[in-house]
């Protein structure tokens, strides 16, 4: 059983249109990690979230963390061939150093 | 940011020879690295927690007498991989855990291990 759902599995889509990635769980988080990884290197951190309801915001991405810290979403705006890759989600629960992976989201933007 | 490197990056080796792959972390310390395996166009699946000083923590499922570790210093992780058949064929990663109020994980380039 997947503690983080990711949705959807496989995405693509046309340069400019907006798009949005799920990640849920029936667990709670101390904290939640958005990634991307491109084929072949190691997954680069985008961002971390903390607080329910936290909005961060990076250029054209958008993160948000569920008020009860269970889920979270990355709305991408006007996509680019340059934001293919792999998105993977990841929390932390308590004070556990491991993360909990989903199952990831593989994003290709076509120009 | 944090930087975490790996080495090789690549390697080829024959079934039944025993592969080494580093993970050091650069610029932080780190009292504890992880190691995954990835396979194509899958999420990461955690095989061991190596913290320093002291024995890897496994995963269900992950021999440890195959995949053996050490971390012997706080910017250095070892993995080996025993006696290493095709199907132990993969994609390895390690991050490094650099950040303990955010729980931030780093992630070294990863290491292309094909057994023939």
């Known amino acids: 059983t997947q503690l983080l759902e990711q949705s959807p599995q496989f995405l693509s889509i046309q340069e400019g249109e907006n798009l949005t990635v799920y990640c849920n769980s029936s667990s709670v988080f101390s904290s939640l990690q958005w990634y991307r990884q491109e084929p072949g290197e190691g997954p680069v951190l985008l961002v971390t979230?903390?607080?329910?309801?936290e909005v961060k915001k990076l250029k054209r991405l958008t993160f948000q963390f569920g008020d009860a810290r269970k889920d979270s979403s990355l709305h991408i705006t006007a996509a680019q061939p340059g934001d293919t890759g792999l998105y993977l989600c990841?929390?932390?629960?308590?004070?556990?150093?491991?993360?909990?992976f989903g199952s990831g989201t593989q994003l290709t933007v076509l120009p | 940011g944090a930087v975490v490197s790996q080495h090789p990056s690549r390697v080829i080796c024959k079934s039944g020879t025993s592969v080494k792959i580093e993970c050091r972390s650069l610029?932080?310390?780190?009292?504890?690295m992880f190691w995954y395996r990835q396979f194509p166009k899958k999420s990461l699946m955690l095989m061991a927690t190596?913290?320093?000083?002291?024995?890897?923590?496994?995963e269900q499922g992950v021999e440890k007498d195959k995949f053996l570790i050490n971390h012997a210093s706080l910017t250095l992780s070892t993995l080996t991989v025993t006696s290493a058949h095709p199907e132990d064929s993969s994609f390895y990663i390690c991050?490094?855990?650099?950040?303990?109020?955010?729980?931030?994980?780093?992630f070294g380039p990863g290491t292309r291990l094909t057994v023939l």
């Open positions: 990841a929390g932390a629960r308590g004070s556990a150093r491991q993360l909990t």
């Open positions: 610029d932080f310390q780190a009292t504890t």
């Open positions: 991050s490094a855990h650099g950040n303990l109020v955010r729980n931030e994980q780093f």
């Open positions: 979230v903390v607080t329910g309801g």
């Open positions: 190596s913290n320093e000083g002291s024995k890897a923590t496994y």
